[in-house]
Nanobody
Framework: VQLQASGGGLVQAGGSLKLACVQSGSIFGLYNMAWYRQAPGKQRELVAVITNKFSTNYADSVKERFTISRDNSKNTVYLQMNSLKPEDTGVYYC?????????WGQGTQVTVSS
């Protein structure tokens, strides 16, 4: 299974970005998908998750600002990020997980300037 993330970049505070992660090599619809992020000098943290049943959950720090979604026909999970803050800066990683297996993408850098 391969996960290819894209969509990161440099944006001013208050701006928006949309990340995408395409999965290949397995049946996308069987996996719960998530986005994690890691800021410099900090541990990786869960940002948002969407299950294979389309149930979603978010970190408190991003609720009402970020939206996770998936398109099973495109094997893709998205993260729409609005009202970005400097503290959202970090490398964002795509994660795929089922009862037996877990996979990580390579990460995409998001930098929010104040």
């Amino acid at each position: 299974v391969q996960l290819q993330a894209s969509g990161g970049g440099l944006v001013q505070a208050g701006g928006s970005l949309k990340l995408a992660c395409v999965q290949s090599g397995s049946i996308f619809g069987l996996y719960n998908m998530a986005w994690y992020r890691q800021a410099p000098g900090k541990q990786r943290e869960l940002v948002a998750v969407i299950t294979n049943k389309f149930s979603t959950n978010y970190a408190d720090s991003v609720k009402e600002r970020f939206t996770i979604s998936r398109d099973n026909s495109k094997n893709t999970v998205y993260l729409q990020m609005n009202s970005l803050k400097p503290e959202d800066t970090g490398v964002y990683y795509c994660n795929a997980r089922n009862a037996l297996l877990e996979y990580w993408g390579q990460g995409t850098q998001v930098t929010v300037s104040s």
